[in-house]
């Protein structure tokens, strides 16, 4: 794992939009892997940028996201397809056909949404780079603690926790969903390249065990160490749980060095 500390939530979204541009450059037809929740809005704000200014375009990209909440549909303001239109999707020059969801509607079978999203994946040729967040108690997608470590998409049931921290984003009458599909934590190993991002005291803790803890379904973060090419991009105060930090900047000024003078790695 390679730890990124950086000093605030504008340094990690620079960053990550500076990785995730490396790749669209050299690969414009890239398959993306997206995340809804906070932590990305500065990463997204800074894309959209991107395009605007002419320096990136996604008109060939393809993209899956990590999660939707099951039976809100996506005219529902809390989908998180109304999320990725409102955030990214109506800002830049992705065919939004081109955008998928493992959304289960209504008159969906939600025990076929999960294999057909896996198929999709594949017919796509896998997920390039995923970028994704953290949940508090170390979620990523919505695989909570105890989520099987090869799982594949499929049905969850949110945690109190996750309900609770998510309960911010939205009013009193609202109805708040308590069950998501979710990208597996198998579908998520597959994929080629992975930018966590976390950011806030509040991950701190998730972070420490994500990255120095052992490997357990209980921390279903921790399952990246497996991983061959995963960038943990955390701010200041999200790296505040992690014992091992000075080496952590150290390595990163090493590989900076190494790719100014050989290069980016592609495959
Ligand atoms: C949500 C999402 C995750 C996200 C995480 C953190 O519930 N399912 O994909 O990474 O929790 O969200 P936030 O960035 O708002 O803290």
Redesign the pocket.
């Known amino acids: 794992m390679e730890v990124i500390v950086l000093k605030n939530v504008e340094n990690v979204a620079a960053t990550a939009g500076v990785l995730l541009g490396e790749l669209l450059r050299v690969k414009p037809a890239a398959v993306l892997g997206l995340?809804?929740?906070?932590?990305?809005l500065a990463l997204y704000h800074r894309l959209v940028e991107k395009y605007l200014d002419g320096s990136l375009s996604f008109k060939q990209t393809t993209s899956f996201n990590?999660?939707e909440y099951l039976g809100v549909s996506a005219d529902n303001n809390q989908s998180f397809r109304a999320y990725m239109n409102r955030e990214f999707f109506d800002h830049i020059d992705i065919d939004k056909h081109n955008t998928f969801l493992p959304a289960c509607n209504e008159e969906d079978n939600p025990r076929l949404v999960g294999p057909l999203y896996e198929k999709k994946i594949h017919d796509a040729g896998g997920i390039d780079l995923q970028v994704?967040?953290?949940?508090?108690n170390g979620?990523?997608?919505?695989n909570e603690p105890s989520s099987s470590l090869g799982s594949r998409t499929r049905i969850k049931t949110l945690t109190k926790q996750?309900i609770e921290?998510?309960s911010r984003l939205f009013s009193k009458d609202e109805f708040q969903p308590k069950l998501?599909i979710?990208m597996g934590i198998a579908t998520i190993m597959d994929v080629r390249r992975i930018l966590l991002l976390a950011t806030?005291e509040n991950?701190a803790d998730a972070v420490g065990k994500m990255v120095e803890g052992p490997v357990t379904a209980m921390c279903p973060a921790s399952v990246l160490q497996l991983h061959e090419n995963v960038s943990v991009l955390l701010d200041e105060k999200a790296a505040t749980g992690l014992k091992n930090r000075q080496y952590y900047d150290w390595t990163y000024r090493q590989n900076e060095s190494l790719k100014e003078r050989f290069g980016i790695l592609h495959e």
Do not use: E, S, V, Y
């Open positions: 995340a809804t929740g906070g932590t990305q990590l999660d994704m967040g953290i949940g508090a979620h990523i997608g919505f996750t921290d998510n998501a979710t806030g991950k």
